[in-house]
């Protein structure tokens, strides 16, 4: 059996908070010089992701950029070393940055959609260079999500299964109760999702009358595209849950709220900072280049 490719999607557009900061809002700290966007990136890593995807409009992806650069480490295989040659055995995860569309915006930009548009990115985008390279499955790490990330490592397995979908879950909720906690999915739920997203939303006008061969009728202003408002349930609505593997979470805290971020700061719960070459920036070095 061939090997399974796993793309890590991280959303960013269409994030909502309380926070009310200048600052972007996957920039809070969750533990000290550990942002909540280097936590996904990790968490991705952990979970044997082959790529990873972020979703950010184009104004704050150089932003994110600075922070976590081009590509990380696989933790699992970094201090792997065979004959003392330790570099030579570490796996690089490329890191991708993906805007939202630009018909969607506006229309169908809530903050699922991100997801939705993530996973198209990345299979088109890896479709154009080799069929050999397009994702299998995803897994979708929401950086606000905050819980103990160490316990990905002992369900890769589980989460890069072909046969079976993952949820993280906490008290009885998954995403599909919208509590923005990690899941995967497969390119048949990713169809079936942005099926059932496009024929729910609402458009600019009203559906034709009998005998009508065209809408004539616009919708008011607030009730038009109402899939920029929809939340996680609603997107995820059609995925597959049958044969999923649940795992249920000790503590998990939505951060997204300031009163669970106080709760999460003043709480024995914390996540412990992954050694700093794991979560540093890596960028590529420019070619020199003479005409």
């Given at each position: 059996m061939?090997?399974?490719?796993?793309?890590?999607?991280?959303?960013?557009?269409?994030?909502?908070t309380?926070?009310?900061?200048?600052?972007?809002?996957?920039?809070?700290p969750?533990e000290?010089?550990?942002?909540?966007?280097?936590?996904?990136?990790?968490?991705?890593?952990?979970a044997?992701c082959n790529?990873i995807?972020?979703?950010?409009?184009?104004?704050?992806?150089?932003?994110?950029?600075?922070?976590v650069?081009?590509?990380?480490?696989d933790p699992?295989y970094?201090?792997?070393?065979?004959f003392?040659?330790?570099?030579?055995?570490?796996?690089?995860?490329p890191?991708?940055?993906?805007?939202?569309?630009?018909?969607?915006?506006g229309?169908?930009d809530s903050?699922?959609?991100?997801?939705?548009?993530?996973?198209?990115?990345?299979?088109?985008?890896?479709?154009?260079?080799?069929?050999?390279?397009?994702?299998?499955k995803y897994?979708?790490s929401?950086?606000?999500?905050?819980?103990?990330?160490?316990?990905?490592?002992?369900?890769?397995?589980l989460?890069?299964?072909r046969e079976?979908?993952?949820?993280?879950?906490?008290n009885?909720?998954?995403v599909?109760?919208?509590?923005?906690?990690p899941?995967?999915?497969?390119?048949?739920?990713?169809?079936?999702?942005?099926?059932?997203?496009?024929s729910?939303t609402t458009?600019?006008?009203?559906?034709t009358?009998?005998?009508e061969q065209y809408?004539?009728r616009?919708l008011?202003i607030?009730?038009?595209?109402?899939?920029?408002?929809f939340?996680l349930?609603e997107?995820?609505?059609?995925?597959?849950?049958k044969?999923?593997?649940?795992?249920?979470?000790?503590?998990?805290?939505?951060v997204?709220?300031?009163?669970e971020?106080?709760n999460?700061?003043?709480s024995?719960?914390?996540i412990k900072?992954?050694?700093?070459?794991?979560?540093?920036?890596?960028?590529h070095?420019?070619?020199p280049y003479k005409?």
């Amino acid at each position: 059996m061939s090997k399974l490719h796993l793309a890590g999607i991280i959303p960013i557009s269409g994030l909502q908070t309380d926070h009310n900061l200048r600052t972007p809002d996957v920039m809070i700290p969750v533990e000290p010089g550990f942002t909540a966007v280097q936590k996904s990136i990790h968490e991705c890593a952990l979970a044997g992701c082959n790529t990873i995807w972020i979703i950010a409009k184009e104004d704050l992806a150089p932003i994110v950029r600075k922070v976590v650069g081009e590509w990380t480490y696989d933790p699992v295989y970094y201090g792997r070393s065979k004959f003392g040659q330790g570099s030579e055995h570490r796996r690089e995860i490329p890191i991708y940055y993906a805007p939202i569309h630009t018909k969607d915006i506006g229309r169908r930009d809530s903050y699922g959609w991100s997801v939705l548009n993530g996973i198209y990115t990345s299979w088109r985008t890896a479709k154009h260079i080799s069929k050999w390279i397009v994702p299998d499955k995803y897994f979708i790490s929401f950086p606000l999500g905050v819980y103990d990330i160490y316990q990905i490592r002992e369900h890769r397995r589980l989460i890069s299964s072909r046969e079976e979908n993952f949820f993280f879950r906490h008290n009885g909720k998954t995403v599909l109760d919208d509590c923005p906690l990690p899941f995967t999915m497969t390119n048949e739920d990713y169809i079936n999702c942005r099926r059932d997203v496009n024929s729910k939303t609402t458009k600019e006008y009203y559906n034709t009358k009998e005998g009508e061969q065209y809408p004539s009728r616009k919708l008011p202003i607030e009730e038009r595209w109402s899939a920029k408002t929809f939340n996680l349930s609603e997107v995820f609505e059609k995925m597959s849950t049958k044969k999923s593997n649940i795992v249920d979470l000790g503590w998990w805290y939505d951060v997204s709220k300031w009163d669970e971020y106080r709760n999460y700061m003043g709480s024995e719960n914390f996540i412990k900072k992954p050694y700093e070459p794991l979560t540093k920036p890596h960028t590529h070095g420019i070619i020199p280049y003479k005409a």
